[in-house]
């Protein structure tokens, strides 16, 4: 199913197909770097089995991205639910694509894509982006997105802090760095 289009990319469900194009993405240390390292075709079966529980039980997850005319996966860009991060729940926008595909402005592309759903169809209020200080690939995608700076993170099983990039829906649905008045 497709979530999403944009000029060159898009984005939609992963499926038992995309196993060996994931190889790219989830078996190349170096696009794993700040993740859990390289990870088995075993591994990969299971996280698209678990994307698409997210998206039946949550309604979103983390979607295929291909570009527009190619049906194979160059990566992953969407939503993961965090229950805790600093005394909150977030939802994090998380993208990953194999390193051919990296300065092409796809990831930024996708991640634009994933935003706008996410404030403008979903109605969420605030989106974070957690990150490797040393992740500066990353950090320009979240900034590109709108996000800024928010606080620093010590996830568990990790030895030093993430940093957390956020932004919020304005008023009209737009994106906005700043946090939406509640009063
Ligand atoms: C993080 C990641 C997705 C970012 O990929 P990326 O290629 O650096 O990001 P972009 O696609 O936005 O491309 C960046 C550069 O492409 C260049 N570019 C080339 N063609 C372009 C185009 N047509 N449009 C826009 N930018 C283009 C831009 O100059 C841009 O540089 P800038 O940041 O100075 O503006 C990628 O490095 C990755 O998969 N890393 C491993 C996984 C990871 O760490 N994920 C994040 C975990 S928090």
Redesign the pocket.
């Known amino acids: 199913m497709i979530v999403a289009t944009t000029k060159r990319l898009t984005l939609r469900h992963a499926s038992p197909d995309d196993a060996i194009a994931m190889r790219s993405v989830f078996c190349d240390a170096e696009?794993m770097r700040?993740g859990d390292g390289p990870q088995t075709d075993a591994w990969i079966r299971s996280w698209i089995a678990l994307m698409n529980r997210d998206y039946h039980e949550r309604g979103y997850g983390l979607w295929i991205v291909t570009k527009i005319g190619d049906p194979r996966a160059i990566?992953y860009c969407g939503l993961t639910w965090f229950p805790n991060i600093n005394g909150r729940a977030e939802i994090e926008v998380?993208?990953?694509?194999a390193r051919e595909y990296?300065?092409?402005?796809?990831?930024?592309e996708a991640a634009l894509a994933v935003r706008d759903l996410a404030f403008i169809c979903r109605g969420l209020d605030r989106l974070v982006?957690?990150?490797d200080p040393d992740?500066f690939?990353?950090i320009?995608?979240a900034e590109?997105m709108g996000m800024k700076y928010d606080s620093d993170v010590l996830l568990d099983g990790y030895t030093h802090p993430d940093t957390v990039y956020a932004c919020h829906r304005d008023e009209d649905g737009e994106p906005s760095d700043e946090p939406k008045s509640r009063s």
């Open positions: 696009v700040y990566g998380g993208y990953r694509l990296w300065n092409t402005g796809f990831a930024t982006a957690i990150i992740n690939r990353s320009r995608v590109k």
